[in-house]
């Protein structure tokens, strides 16, 4: 499958991937081989990878704690002790082998040791192989704000190795689909289309591929998030409020990134419906097809206040002011659309209908 490229970096895929591994660590000549792990993808992950690499390096393999309520500055400065410990120095290399929180966490920690040291993303889950994959946003959470704190800096490359989505549940695959979905809304009908009534096994690595090539046009004609790339936030407004708030919640299952985007994309939708012209039949099925892959949640009017008090959070706010993106069709956005309170309330009445 050919190989993706990006500004400064590229994705490569299954077979190919192991190979430009191999080249590029030949090439670097790196003093020492670093590996961040959470207990998940060292088990499950770690032994996939480590028979694929050619040579004999100096490689030590680093553990943090899974979750995305590990994703902090805390987690960060272990790592960084661990590094400085055992002699990390600027001809060091991190790879990052693990879903979203790794290479989120992975790759801040990398651009900030010592002012910067390569590092390389291996995603071995769905979501993080059609969404953190492009795009070369790092950072941890504040709290149980999400990403608040971060950078903007590119890997070496992109690993994409289909084999790590048999190490997962089904829960976890769902979450990424969510993403993938996503990016049909705010790009293509048609790959809407495809997907929305579910796909085989054997249509995913194509699938895979069409999503990161999708995310990776938006990223290059923007890839500070100054326009155009603010699409890629469609759901993750109101997601990203409903996420942090049931992280933060005793009362509350966790929820997955996916699932909380899932539902961001459904009170999104309806806001666009109503403000932006999205016809109801999309809007229907928009609703109808999250609704037939990920659970309902009930929010209560409490819930809501505490979900809302959290969007003066969220890194799109310019000014004050509360910046949605909004969906005039499917595959057509728009973006910086300013919403008042009651209409947002309004989407959770429909969700909840």
């Not at 495809?194 to 690595?205: M, R």
């Not at 299952?253 to 699932?259: A, W």
């Not at 819930?303 to 310019?318: P, Q, V, Y």
Request: glycine share 8%; charged share 20%; net charge negative.
């Amino acid at each position: 499958m050919k190989s993706i490229t990006s500004a400064a970096y590229s994705v490569h895929f299954n077979t190919f991937a192991f190979a430009a591994l191999n080249t590029h660590l030949e090439k670097a000549s790196y003093s020492k081989v670093f590996i961040l792990v959470d207990e998940n993808s060292h088990e499950h992950c770690l032994p996939i990878l480590m028979p694929a690499i050619e040579a004999a390096y100096d490689f030590e393999v680093i553990e943090i704690e899974s979750g995305e309520i590990n994703k902090n500055i805390a987690t960060c400065t272990r790592v960084w002790e661990v590094l400085s410990g055992l002699d990390a120095d600027r001809k060091s290399v991190l790879i990052n082998l693990g879903g979203g929180v790794i290479t989120d966490l992975g790759g801040f920690v990398a651009s900030t040791y010592k002012r910067g040291i390569d590092f390389i993303n291996i995603p071995t889950t769905l979501l993080a192989m059609v969404d953190a994959s492009v795009g070369g946003k790092t950072g941890v959470d504040l709290g149980a704000l999400k990403n608040q704190v971060g950078v903007i800096s590119q890997p070496q490359m992109v690993l994409v190795v289909s084999e790590f989505l048999n190490t997962l549940e089904e829960r976890q695959l769902q979450s990424g689909f969510a993403e993938m979905l996503k990016h049909g809304l705010i790009r293509d009908r048609n790959y809407w289309n495809t997907l929305k009534n579910g796909v085989g096994a054997d249509q995913i690595d194509t699938l895979i591929h069409q999503s990161v090539g999708i995310k990776n046009e938006v990223v290059l004609q923007d890839p500070t998030e100054q326009s155009l790339r603010k699409i890629l936030n469609y759901g993750h407004t109101l997601g990203h409020a409903v996420e942090s708030f049931f992280l933060e919640s005793a009362e509350h299952e966790l929820l997955l990134h996916g699932e909380a985007i899932a539902i961001g994309m459904v009170l999104e939708g309806w806001l666009s419906h109503n403000l932006q012209g999205l016809q109801m039949d999309d809007l229907t099925e928009i609703k109808n097809t999250f609704a037939a892959r990920y659970p309902k949640i009930v929010f209560s009017s409490s819930d809501i206040d505490g979900i809302l008090s959290l969007l003066k959070f969220d890194k799109k706010n310019s000014h004050g002011n509360i910046n949605f993106v909004l969906l005039k069709g499917i595959g057509n956005p728009v973006i910086d659309v300013q919403i008042e309170e009651n209409l947002i309330r309004q989407a959770f009445a429909y969700y909840s209908e």
